[in-house]
């Protein structure tokens, strides 16, 4: 294969991806199909079926690409010791709530085949949550900091006027003990 053509195809599996985190997110987990991820990038409704075998190995692909980028923005928050389970826990929620869609699809049910296309991603998206934290902590602090997230971008957490959701994170960060003295990244 040329090199020309090799980016080309580079280009149409990006074009493609990108149509359907756009689809996602503005319709939902059902509401993405091949077609219309092909229309919008522009492409032959066949298009997608050169890179994709279905739906459900463009949506494992849309999922592992999310852990990936989860992980990647919590180990930029992971870098300053002070504070570090505030700023994951900050990292973890900002990153639902840009990608309600793909964040519902990375944690919703999903079959084997997908199931395996995404451990080695999930696996260390939850390496960076865990980072030196004991295996029970890492759990607790895991589902503290997910449920937050879910609350929030399903919009089912009252926040009171002149709070932001920082400061609504901070504040149960603190209460459940997760910005304690050992700054441990949050899990």
Known sequence: MEKNQTD???????RLLAAAHAVLEEDGHGGLALREVARRAG????????????REALLAELAAQGF????????????????????????????????PGLFRLMFGP?????????????????????????RDLARARWAIVHGLACLIIDQRLAIDDGDTI??????????????????????
């Open 166 to 187: 920082e400061d609504v994170v901070r504040r149960t960060v603190g209460v459940a003990g997760l910005a304690g003295e050992d700054h441990s990244p949050v899990a």
């Open 43 to 54: 492409v032959s409704a066949m298009a997608p079926y050169r890179h994709f075998d279905n």
């Open 8 to 14: 080309q195809t580079a280009d149409l599996r990006y």
């Open 110 to 134: 999903m079959d084997a085949t997908q199931k395996a296309r995404l451990q080695p991603a999930a696996a260390h998206a939850h390496a960076q949550l865990a980072a030196g934290v004991q």
């Open 68 to 99: 990936d980028r989860l992980a990647d923005a919590l180990t930029a928050a992971g870098v300053d010791a002070e504070g570090r389970s505030l700023a994951q826990a900050m990292a973890y929620i900002g990153f639902a709530r840009k990608n």
